[in-house]
C-alpha cells in the first residue's frame, strides 16, 4: 500500500486506491490532455474533480501541489526510483507519463523532440490565444465595449488554427502517421474553440479541410471519448 500521506492535497481529497496514479481535474481544454493520455496508456489512475467554479484550486491543499492554482495535477504514486511524484502543467505531465510508459513520444532523437516542440506550441501559442478569445466571446469579456483585445485574440487564434492547417495538410496527425501526445494536447483546444466556445465563425473555421479532418480522427478513438469526460463534472 502506498503511503501519500506526504501530500496535503489527499487530506482534502482522500486516496481510495493509493497505489494508482491521482489525478486531479476537471474535463478543460487542459484537464483533458491528461485524462486522455491515461486512458490511451492504459495507466490504473484515480480521477478527483476539482470544482474550479467554486474556487476549489485556490485552497491550501491543492494549492500544496501546484502552487499556481490551476488543474491539472497528478501523483504518481510509483515515480523514479520507486518514490511518489507530484506534479503540475498539462504539458509537462504528458511528457512525464509518455517517457513514463514509452508510449506516444517517438524513440528516434529528431521525431521526439519535434513533437515536444508541437507540445510547447499548443502551450505557448493555441492555448493562451483560443482561451483568451473564448473569454472574450463567450464569457464576461464580451460585455466590454472596447473590442479591440476581442478582435485582437480572433486575428491570432485565425492564425494559429491555419499554423495547424499547413501541418496537417498532406499527414494523418502532426507528427505524420503516428498520434501522439502532440494531438493530445491540441484536440481539446481545438473542440473547444468551435464547440463549448462557438467561435469556428470567428476563424472562419469552415475554410479549413486538414484539421477538422484531423479532430474526426482524433475523437473517433475510443480512449479520447472516454478521457473527454473524465472526471465527472460537479
Known amino acids: 500500500m ?9 487530506r482534502r481529497w482522500p486516496a481510495a486506491h493509493p497505489d494508482r496514479i491521482q489525478l486531479y481535474s ?8 491528461v485524462s486522455i493520455m491515461l486512458e490511451e496508456t492504459g495507466l490504473a489512475y484515480e480521477p478527483h474533480t476539482i470544482n474550479i467554479g467554486q474556487n476549489e484550486t485556490w485552497g ?6 501546484n502552487p499556481n492554482g490551476k488543474i491539472p495535477a497528478i501523483i504518481d504514486p510509483n515515480g523514479p526510483g520507486g518514490k511518489p511524484i507530484g506534479l503540475f502543467e498539462s504539458g509537462a505531465i504528458l511528457l512525464y507519463l509518455a517517457e513514463k510508459t514509452g508510449k ?6 529528431v521525431a521526439r523532440i519535434e513533437t515536444i516542440q508541437w507540445v510547447f506550441f499548443q502551450m505557448a ?6 482561451g483568451q478569445l473564448g473569454f472574450f466571446h463567450k464569457f464576461a469579456g464580451r460585455e466590454w465595449e472596447d473590442k479591440r483585445p476581442l478582435e485582437r485574440y480572433r486575428a491570432e ?5 491555419r499554423v495547424l492547417e499547413t501541418r496537417l495538410a498532406d499527414r494523418a496527425f502532426i ?20 464547440g463549448f466556445y462557438g467561435a469556428g465563425d470567428l ?4 475554410e479549413l479541410k486538414a484539421v477538422p479532418a484531423w479532430l474526426e480522427r482524433c475523437l473517433a478513438r475510443p480512449a479520447v471519448q472516454r478521457g473527454l469526460e473524465i472526471p465527472k463534472r460537479p
Open 175 to 194: 507528427m505524420g502517421d503516428d498520434y501522439t501526445i502532440a494531438d493530445m494536447s491540441l484536440l481539446g483546444w481545438v473542440r473547444n474553440l468551435v
Open 60 to 65: 491550501p491543499e491543492f494549492l500544496s501541489l
Open 203 to 206: 476563424v472562419a473555421y469552415g
Open 104 to 109: 506516444f513520444l517517438p524513440a528516434d532523437p
Open 125 to 130: 501559442a493555441v492555448g493562451p490565444m483560443f
Open 157 to 161: 487564434s485565425h492564425r494559429l488554427i
Open 26 to 33: 476537471l474535463p478543460t481544454p487542459n484537464g483533458v490532455k
Open 2 to 10: 502506498s503511503d501519500l500521506s506526504a501530500f496535503p492535497i489527499t
